[in-house]
C-alpha cells in the first residue's frame, strides 16, 4: 500500500502544478490547448505504439480485456437509471462520466508501480477502453441532445481517426509481427513518449475548474460516487470470477478507479449534453480520487492476500 501511496503522490503533485499553472495564466488557453493536441496526437501515440510493440505478452490478456469492456457497459447501463429528471443532455452527460477514465493518471501509476510490464498492461488497457467509451459517450450524447438541427457525428470515423487508437493497433501490430522498432526510430519513439506523463498530468490539472466544484450539487456528487466506486467494484467481482491473475487485476482496478476524462467536458459542450454538468463530474471526481484511488487499491489488496 505504501507503494501505492508513493507512486500516487507525484501524480497529484504534478496534477496540482498543472492547475496552479493555468490559474496563474502562466500560459495562455490557447497555449494549454495546444500542450494537449501534442500530447493528444504526437506524444501518446508514441509511447503507446513504442510500449506495444517491444511488450512481451506470452498470451494476449484477453480475460482483462473482456472485464475492462464488461464493466465499462455496466457502468454505461447504470447511466441510463438516472431518473427521469436526469433525461436529455444530462443523462448523455453521466453515461459519458460512467464510461470514460483518466489514461494519464492511470499510465503514471502503473509505470511507478510496476515498471515497463505494468506500463504495457496499462497500454492494452487503452486499447480495450478507449473505442468502447468513444462510442458509448458518442452514442450517449448525441442520443440525449436536445436537437439542434446540426449533422450528428459519425462514429466509426471518429475512431478510425483516432490516434491512440491508430497507436495502439499500429503497436499491436508490430508486436505480432515481430518488428519492434530498434536503433534510431525505438529512441525517438522513446524521447517522445517520454514527454507523455509529465506533460499529460499537466494538462488535466490545467482543466480542473474548481469553480465546478464548488457547484456541485446532488446529482454531480451521487454519480461522481458511482463512477469512482462503481466501476472498480464492477471490475474487481468481473475480474474475480474470471480469475484474472494478480497483475493484470491490480492494472485493471487502476485504470478503472481513474476519475473520468477532462476531455468529456469539451465532447459534451459540443454533441450537445449537459456540459456544466459534465465540467462538475471532472471536478469532483478529480479531487476525490485522490481518496478514492487509495481506497480501491487497499481492497485490491485485501482481495488478492
Not at 495564466?25 to 504526437?42: C, K, S, T
Not at 484477453?62 to 444530462?90: C, E, N, T
Not at 509505470?111 to 486499447?127: H, T, Y
Request: hydrophobic share 60%; charged share 10%.
Amino acid at each position: 500500500m505504501i507503494n501505492f501511496i508513493y507512486a500516487l503522490i507525484p501524480v497529484v503533485l504534478i496534477t496540482a502544478l498543472g492547475w496552479l499553472l493555468a490559474h496563474r495564466n502562466f500560459l495562455p488557453a490557447d497555449g494549454w490547448r495546444a500542450i494537449e493536441r501534442l500530447v493528444y496526437f504526437i506524444f501518446f501515440p508514441a509511447l503507446i505504439i513504442n510500449v506495444l510493440a517491444s511488450a512481451s505478452f506470452e498470451i494476449v490478456p484477453w480475460a482483462m480485456v473482456l472485464v475492462l469492456i464488461g464493466s465499462q457497459v455496466a457502468l454505461a447501463a447504470m447511466g441510463l437509471l438516472a431518473k427521469r429528471a436526469d433525461d436529455g443532455p444530462r443523462k448523455g452527460s453521466i453515461i459519458q462520466s460512467n464510461v470514460r477514465w483518466n489514461t494519464f493518471v492511470g499510465l503514471s501509476i502503473a509505470s511507478a508501480l510496476f515498471g515497463e510490464p505494468g506500463l504495457a498492461l496499462m497500454a492494452i488497457a487503452v486499447a480495450a477502453l478507449t473505442p468502447t467509451a468513444n462510442v458509448i459517450s458518442v452514442l450517449a450524447l448525441t442520443h440525449f441532445a436536445r436537437d439542434s438541427g446540426e449533422q450528428k457525428p459519425h462514429v466509426v470515423m471518429d475512431m478510425v481517426r483516432n490516434p491512440l487508437i491508430i497507436g495502439c493497433v499500429i503497436g499491436i501490430a508490430l508486436n505480432l509481427l515481430g518488428m519492434a522498432p530498434t536503433g534510431i526510430a525505438e529512441k525517438v519513439l522513446d524521447i517522445l513518449g517520454q514527454a507523455t506523463l509529465a506533460l499529460g498530468l499537466l494538462v488535466v490539472g490545467a482543466a480542473v475548474d474548481l469553480e465546478a466544484f464548488k457547484r456541485a450539487g446532488h446529482t454531480t456528487l451521487t454519480w461522481s460516487a458511482v463512477r469512482l466506486l462503481g466501476f472498480p467494484l464492477v471490475a474487481l467481482a468481473a475480474g474475480l470470477m474470471l480469475g484474472l491473475p494478480a497483475d493484470s487485476l491490480a492494472i485493471v482496478m487502476i485504470a478503472a478507479a481513474t476519475p473520468t476524462a477532462s476531455s468529456g467536458y469539451i465532447l459534451a459542450r459540443q454533441l450537445g449534453g449537459d456540459a456544466t454538468l459534465s465540467a462538475n463530474l471532472v471536478a469532483v471526481q478529480t479531487v476525490f480520487s485522490v481518496l478514492s484511488m487509495p481506497a480501491i487499491y487497499a481492497l485490491y489488496l485485501l482481495t488478492v492476500g
